[in-house]
C-alpha cells in the first residue's frame, strides 16, 4: 500500500514567518507534487519533482520554493507567510508518466494569521 | 481557460437517487482519472479509464474519448456518498483537475 505522510494536519503561522511543509513517499515514486486547493477553484499545481534535487514550476509557484534532497522526500518552504498562502495544501507522488495513479497525502491546513 | 470542465459545481440529492457528475476536457488524453475527497480528507482513486466503462460497487464511470467526456454515476446514493468528486487527465509529468463537485445526500 502507498503511503504518502504529510509532517503537519494542521497549522497556525504569523505573517512573515517561514514555513516548512514536509511529505514523504514510502513507495521509491520518482515523481512528487505540492498543490494548494482553495473553494472554487480546484487542485493548483505549486511545484514538482521528477527527481532528486529536480524541481520544476507549475501554475502558481510565487511566494514558495521546494527542496528534494531525497528520492522520498520532497518540502515546501513558505518563505515568507502571507495571508493570501491560507489554503490547504496537498502532496502527492506518482511513478513514472503517462497515465499511473497519483497517490495525496491527508493535506496540510495552513492558517496565516 | 480551464483544460478540464467539470458540471454540476455543488449537488445534493436525497438518500437513494441516482447521481451523474460530467467531465468534459479539451486536451488530449490516452486516460481519465475520477478522485474522491471526503470532508478533512485527503483524496483517493476511484477509476482510471482509457475507454468505455469501469463499474466499482455502485459507482460507474463512462468515458467517451471521440466526445472529450466522461460521467460518474452513482446508483442507489447513501449519505456515506457526500464528498467532492474531481475529475483529473494527466499529461506528461502533470495533472489537469477540473474544480471539483461538491455532493450531499440526504438520509
Known amino acids: 500500500d502507498v503511503k504518502v505522510t504529510q509532517s503537519s494536519r494542521y497549522l497556525v503561522k504569523r505573517t512573515g514567518e517561514k514555513v516548512f511543509l514536509e511529505c514523504v513517499q514510502d513507495?521509491?515514486?520518482?515523481?512528487m507534487f505540492w498543490y494548494r486547493q482553495d473553494p472554487g477553484l480546484g487542485l493548483r499545481l505549486i511545484y514538482f519533482?521528477?527527481?532528486?534535487?529536480?524541481?520544476e514550476k507549475g501554475d502558481i509557484p510565487e511566494g514558495y520554493s521546494v527542496s528534494r534532497e531525497k528520492k522520498e522526500r520532497f518540502s515546501l518552504i513558505l518563505e515568507s507567510a502571507s495571508t493570501n498562502q491560507t489554503s490547504m495544501y496537498l502532496c502527492?507522488?506518482?511513478?513514472?508518466?503517462?497515465?499511473?495513479?497519483?497517490?495525496f497525502g491527508p493535506g496540510t491546513r495552513l492558517t496565516v494569521l | 481557460k480551464n483544460e478540464v470542465e467539470q458540471s454540476p459545481q455543488n449537488l445534493t440529492a436525497q438518500e437513494g437517487e441516482f447521481i451523474t457528475i460530467n467531465c468534459s476536457y479539451s486536451?488530449?488524453?490516452?486516460?481519465l482519472h475520477w478522485l474522491q475527497q471526503h470532508p478533512g480528507g485527503g483524496i483517493v482513486s476511484l477509476f482510471m479509464?482509457?475507454?468505455g466503462k469501469k463499474k466499482h460497487g455502485r459507482l460507474i464511470a463512462t468515458i467517451n474519448i471521440q466526445e472529450k467526456h466522461s460521467s460518474l454515476h452513482i446508483t442507489a446514493s447513501h449519505p456515506r456518498d457526500s464528498a467532492v468528486y474531481i475529475c483529473?487527465?494527466?499529461?506528461?509529468?502533470?495533472?489537469?483537475f477540473g474544480t471539483g463537485t461538491s455532493l450531499t445526500v440526504i438520509p
Open positions: 502527492a507522488s506518482r511513478s513514472g508518466q503517462n497515465d499511473n495513479e497519483q497517490f
Open positions: 513507495m521509491d515514486h520518482e515523481n
Open positions: 519533482s521528477y527527481d532528486v534535487k529536480m524541481k
Open positions: 486536451v488530449g488524453i490516452s486516460a
Open positions: 479509464l482509457s475507454s
Open positions: 483529473a487527465v494527466p499529461t506528461g509529468n502533470q495533472f489537469y
